[in-house]
């Protein structure tokens, strides 16, 4: 017998302001987007993620989207210190971050982020950032995730 309402949602969400990740798990809720469960700010993130990846796969959530604004550097520092973790199990990392330049977003890549998205003020900017999201996460699923 298969359990699934024993498994994890398929996004986690790293976020140090609890407005920003309340809208956007509504907007990508809104959007027709998976499951999604917010595991706080960086510290709490990293021990939340760190304990259900040490667990069973189904408990795993497919990717992670990282939102943090401490400090301008808060992303990478972020991505750079659960690099090996998430690449272990096949994670998916995501960044959303405010207007970079190629530079940074490229350092974001380089440091482990599978794709970089932008923060908008804009409502329609914002929601159109979203729907990219969830069009990466949803051409980035491993088959059987999804029960191919």
């Keep these: 017998m298969n359990d699934d309402s024993s498994s994890a949602p398929q996004l986690a969400l790293i976020d140090d302001d609890s407005f920003s990740a ?84 490229a350092e974001l890549i380089a440091a482990g982020a599978a794709a970089v998205f932008t923060r908008h003020a804009d409502v329609a900017a914002y929601r159109d950032e979203a729907m990219a999201i969830l069009e990466f996460w949803s051409l980035s699923q491993r088959p059987e995730a999804v029960g191919m």
């Excluded at 809208?23 to 998976?34: D, F, I, K, S, V």
């Excluded at 469960?37 to 795993?60: I, K, M, T």
């Design 22 to 105: 309340g809208l956007l798990m509504r907007t990508l809720e809104a959007q027709g987007g998976p499951e999604m469960q917010w595991y706080g700010n960086a510290e709490r993130g990293a021990a939340l993620l760190s304990g259900v990846l040490g667990g069973a796969p189904r408990h795993w959530p497919s990717a992670v989207i990282v939102d943090l604004k401490a400090h301008s550097g808060a992303n990478l520092e972020f991505i750079t210190a659960i690099r090996r973790l998430v690449a272990s199990k096949g994670i998916s990392v995501l960044v959303m971050t405010a207007a970079a330049d190629s530079a940074a977003r």
